[in-house]
């Protein structure tokens, strides 16, 4: 330790002065050795420490995280947040800490390093220069020649200089090691008490901490406790679990019938997938094993279904449920549940029908009552009339009072994309033949809409039968109402899927025929009486050889006139195109030369003539509903039917699969050229078929975009009540049931010859379908 004592051998510059400095200066250098590694342990366990905090952070985070599975749970809940609650607290304290040890120890420490014990190095090292130079000045004055006064002097100067400067530096370094033995412990001491107070701090905060937290974790060691007993009882309870397999197989479970089936699905493949199955409000329905969170409707209604065993299926324990649209091959996985699942199904059938019937009773009796009920039950009254009235009607087109393969009496069934009347064996077999083949519908139980109803009144089963039965020999084995399943299921499919038995297209050889075309359709009496099945065509052409004028007498097919010339029964309020043939009954389309007939062609030129019966006798031929007219500028053949102005032909097209959002060369697609038409029926009907309004055209406009132009408000207001519904359906918000509605009402409207909406006190009561 430096003293006083020591400054007058300071200026001495003894040995002894000499001896206490080197020792002091030692003392300083391994101060500042270990003080360098207190500030290295030290930032280490502020670096860990703070990881330490982090860690713990994001383990509070993980338990947030981790609560969110008892969020069903409320008591759970409040555990674990008082619990997420403490954690966050300790944490915080220990970041206090943290900073605490960090500002008193590491910054004054480093500080006290960098500044004062640095300051002693810079003094040490003045000290040995200024030392260095005394010595020299002793030197030099010592070896100056007693014979030379002046150099005497000179060096006498200089050592005197020197000597006194040494003085002050001595002095001055003597006091900076001074100032650091003196300042070490204070500067030490100082920030270990900072520290130590930090601690102290901090732990007491902790134990206020646990303190306020003693309540809370015995409560919770109780529940703990508790939790391990319940554990323990589920345990047990678990054990004879094996003894439920054979309780099951013994005692089906009581309630709804539910359980897994094999469905084959309707598709070319004809592949099979398990599926979970159940009997739910008068539905059959049925949903995935994994990744699927609602059911899938089957059958909305099981009064329209029946169910019987397929003993033919190439499976075991196969049954069989028929609809009016459509026919499901389901498999069981073994005999019990197959005798359980048809008698399920018999008796669903029947509760079904039963609370149909009680609910009917259940209106007539408050129609008794009178009032609000009253006109209720004459609405109903009033709609299965009405059903009844038109089966009768549908029954009275040629042909469609017996089965149209069979030939079965007194039909409820119908095939609306065929247009053609069924027994329901025979509409069992079409069912199963896909959609995309038949869709079934029954006469008396579903609602008709007025276009399917023209499509049907168009055709029915004498006109179809003279297209799909045109090339029947006495080697076919044929339907009848008592043959067996196999040979009825093997015929259907020759006649409606492989058309084995439609004819060929052929022109009667009577001249040579140029050209072809169709014949413009509606039904009236006039259409009735029978036209020609050709027209001649004097052309007149100039031989190159000579300048005689030469007259060529040609023929036009007019094709489909033995279709169009069977008589109908119209349908009451049901016209079909009056207005759409220009008034002239033996009007055709544009003629066509005769190397271009086919079948496709054929439904091209059929469907811009609406003649039903002829697109019939295409699609038998097996016209590529996909085709677009180049020469047309790619329209299809629904653009066709849209210029037709035929809603009945758009119908007819849309039922049996023709696409409805094909663009034309311009980007036009049939909605496009409806709308900008001004055929609101026939923007109604799209509209029903889910057409998409949104598609633009190479101009850049929507169907909507025409509308507002042409000032159309019935087609705005379809277009905007459209884009409103698929708002609402995809807000999952309900509003099919209205618009249906609104397309519903609109069907019924009469439509003058431009396709606009026949309001009260117009001049037209015509109907455009």
């Known amino acids: 330790m430096v003293t006083s004592a020591i400054l007058p051998e300071a200026l001495r510059d003894s040995p002894r002065f000499r001896a206490q400095l080197a020792r002091e200066e030692a003392d300083i250098e391994t101060l500042e ?7 290295k342990t030290c930032g280490v366990m502020v670096d860990s420490g703070k990881s330490y905090v982090q860690h713990q952070t994001l383990f509070a985070n993980a338990l947030w995280d981790l609560s969110s599975c008892f969020a069903s749970d409320v008591e759970t ?41 640095k300051g002693v190095w810079e003094s040490r090292h003045l000290f040995d220069k200024i030392s260095t130079e005394l010595d020299g000045a002793v030197s030099r004055h010592a070896q100056t020649p007693k014979n030379k006064p002046v150099d005497i002097e000179q060096a006498t100067v200089s050592l005197q200089a020197t000597s006194k400067c040494f003085k002050h530096t001595a002095l001055d370094h003597v006091y900076a090691i001074s100032m650091i033995q003196s300042k070490q412990k204070l500067v030490i001491l100082g920030c270990l008490l900072s520290y130590m107070q930090a601690n102290v701090t901090y732990f007491h905060q902790g134990s206020d901490l646990c303190e306020s937290l003693q309540p809370f974790l015995r409560k919770l060691n109780s529940d703990v406790l508790e939790l391990q007993s319940g554990t323990k009882q589920l345990e047990k309870t678990l054990g004879e679990r094996h003894n439920l397999v054979s ?12 359980g897994y089936l094999f469905k084959r699905t309707t598709n070319a493949f004809k592949t099979w997938h398990r599926r979970w199955f159940l009997l739910k409000d008068n539905q059959l329905v049925y949903r995935k094993r994994t990744g699927e969170d609602s059911y899938t409707v089957m059958e909305e209604d099981l009064r329209l279904c029946t169910v019987k ?3 033919d299926a190439e499976r075991r324990f196969c049954f069989e449920v028929l609809s009016p649209n459509r026919s499901h091959m389901l498999q069981a996985d073994s005999e019990a549940n197959f005798a359980r699942w048809i008698a399920a199904l018999q008796q669903g059938i029947g509760a079904a029908l039963q609370l149909s019937s009680n609910s009917s009773d259940s209106r007539e009796l408050s129609a008794a009552g009178g009032g609000v009920n009253a006109s209720v039950n004459e609405e109903d009254s009033s709609n299965n009339n009405r059903k009844t009235k038109i089966w009768e009607q549908l029954a009275r087109i040629p042909g469609n009072d017996i089965c149209c393969d069979c030939k079965s009496p007194d039909p409820r069934w119908a095939s609306i994309n065929l247009g053609i009347t069924l027994c329901i064996d025979c509409s069992g077999v079409h069912r199963s033949l896909g959609v995309h083949h038949s869709k079934v519908r ?24 003279t297209v799909y039965e045109a090339n029947i020999d006495s080697t076919v084995v044929i339907a009848t109402p008592s043959c067996s399943g196999l040979i009825r299921e093997s015929y259907i499919k020759r006649k409606w899927v492989n058309k084995d038995f439609v004819a060929p297209l052929s022109i009667s050889p009577l001249r040579p025929k140029r050209k072809w075309s169709v014949r413009k359709l509606r039904r009236r009496a006039k259409s009735m009486e029978g036209g020609p099945k050709h027209r001649t065509v004097i052309e007149e052409t100039r031989s190159n050889s000579c300048e005689d004028d030469q007259t060529v007498i040609t023929e036009v097919a007019v094709l489909g006139d033995e279709l169009n010339n069977v008589a109908t029964s119209p349908i009451d309020g049901l016209n079909s195109d009056d207005d759409s043939t ?96 001004g055929h609101t029926a026939q923007v109604c009907l799209l509209l029903k078929h889910r057409a998409d309004q949104h598609i633009k055209n190479e101009a850049g406009v929507d169907p909507l975009d025409t509308a507002v132009q042409l000032a159309n408000a019935d087609i705005v207001t379809l277009l905007r009540l459209g884009r409103l519904n698929e708002e609402m359906r995809n807000a999952e918000s309900g509003g099919d049931e209205t618009f249906n509605d609104v397309v519903r009402d609109f069907s019924q409207l009469s439509f003058d010859t431009n396709g606009k909406v026949t309001r009260p006190g117009s001049s037209y009561g015509g109907s455009r379908f």
């Open 582 to 677: 220009d008034g002239d009954d033996n009007a055709t389309v544009d003629e066509e030369d005769i190397s271009k007939l086919s079948p496709t062609r054929l439904l091209h030129k059929a469907s811009k003539a609406h003649n039903i019966p002829v697109m019939c006798h295409a699609f038998a031929l097996g016209a590529n509903k996909l085709w677009t007219d180049p020469e047309q500028g790619n329209r299809t053949h629904l653009h066709q039917a849209i210029i037709s102005g035929s809603v009945m032909a758009c119908e007819y097209l849309l039922l049996n699969g023709v696409p409805i959002n094909t663009q034309d060369i311009t980007g036009n697609t049939p909605l496009h050229l409806a709308t900008e038409l």
């Open 247 to 258: 309780q099951l197989d013994e005692n089906p479970p009581i309630g709804p019938m539910q």
């Open 309 to 311: 065993p397929a003993f």
């Open 77 to 117: 809940m409040s555990k674990f947040n008082r619990i997420i609650q403490a954690i966050q607290e300790m944490s915080k304290f220990q970041t206090i800490l943290l900073d605490q040890a960090s500002r008193t120890i590491l910054t004054t420490v480093t500080n006290f390093v960098k500044e004062d014990i």
């Open 33 to 39: 050795n270990k003080l360098d590694r207190i500030l």
């Open 442 to 465: 029954s006469l008396t139980l579903d609602a008709w809409e007025p276009e399917i109803l023209k499509v049907m009144a168009e055709l029915g089963n004498q006109v179809v039968n």
